[in-house]
């Protein structure tokens, strides 16, 4: 999926080593709190926790070339992106690969089930069991716990 591996690209060429270990690491301990992305926008906002909250936009996520994609934080570190933003893309790209997923198995699904249905009812019907939801470590700084719920529309 070229989405993926542009937004890879995309902040390894824009963060320095350091931020990219950094911006993986945030990821990791569940710093990544909400990912709102809206596809037919192609664009949204990740909220992100490291001592404050900062909120993240991304715009052009899903592109053909990872020099489309735009990222802003509202931290105030300058220098290419930062940590935020590595965590979110990080965060936007695990989103991407659930609902990859369960496209795949609704595919799957209506190749099988074609002739039970109308499409818009088996689509209807198919979607519904594709409940998605990432479970996220506990954040080693917060004893809260985080669970994050996808839902394809």
Known sequence: ???LE???KYIEHYATPAIQQRGKTLFNIGAVR???YDTSE???TAEVSSGEQFT??????VSQDFRNIHTECTCDFSGGICKHQVAALH????KFQYNSAAIINIINQSNTLHNSSSEFELTED???KYQLEAQYPTPVRDSTE???SYKIL
Do not use: F, H
Not at 56 to 61: A, P, R
Not at 91 to 94: D, F, I, V
């Open 1 to 3: 999926m070229y989405w």
């Open 6 to 8: 542009n937004i890879d």
């Open 34 to 36: 909400s990912i709102d």
């Open 42 to 44: 192609n664009k949204g």
């Open 56 to 61: 993240v936009s991304i715009n052009q996520g």
């Open 91 to 94: 965060g936007l790209k695990k």
């Open 126 to 128: 198919l979607i519904s």
């Open 146 to 148: 985080m669970k994050i």
